[in-house]
Nanobody, 128 residues
Framework: QVQLVESGGGMVQAGGSLRLSCAAS????????VGWFRQAPGKEREFVGA????????YYADSVKGRFTISRDNAKNIVSLQMNSLKPEDTAVYYC?????????????????????WGQGTQVTVSS
């Protein structure tokens, strides 16, 4: 497993932007797909987006498509989630997770059971 730490969360007004980072330690992220998930109070955890091990494939939930972008820098062992045009409904704790797969299947990468390493989460709050 790889240790993951998220950062960059905070409070922002609707329409604003935040950039979350997921830093890995212990092992290289190079052979892992990385997903972002979120959980709002009283709701189940939901998939936000994922990036393949190479960075050549990304997949997003419909709710964030066109507003969120995932990128990775394997040399720095970091994956980023750029969130633009934020809405109050984006308020949640955001988690990054690593999946030891070379899959480029969105349907697979959107499912949490394949991820065996999770960060502690970072709070994102969007005010109206």
């Amino acid at each position: 497993q790889v240790q993951l730490v998220e950062s960059g969360g905070g409070m922002v007004q609707a329409g604003g932007s935040l950039r979350l980072s997921c830093a890995a330690s212990g092992r290289t992220l190079r052979s892992y797909a990385v997903g972002w998930f979120r959980q709002a109070p009283g709701k189940e955890r939901e998939f936000v987006g994922a990036i393949s091990w190479s960075g050549g494939f990304t997949y997003y939930a419909d709710s964030v498509k066109g507003r969120f972008t995932i990128s990775r820098d394997n040399a720095k062992n970091i994956v980023s989630l750029q969130m633009n045009s934020l809405k109050p409904e984006d308020t949640a704790v955001y988690y990054c997770a690593a999946n030891p797969t070379f899959s480029n299947s969105g349907s697979y990468l959107s499912q949490s059971p394949g991820y065996d390493s999770w960060g502690q989460g970072t709070q994102v709050t969007v005010s109206s």
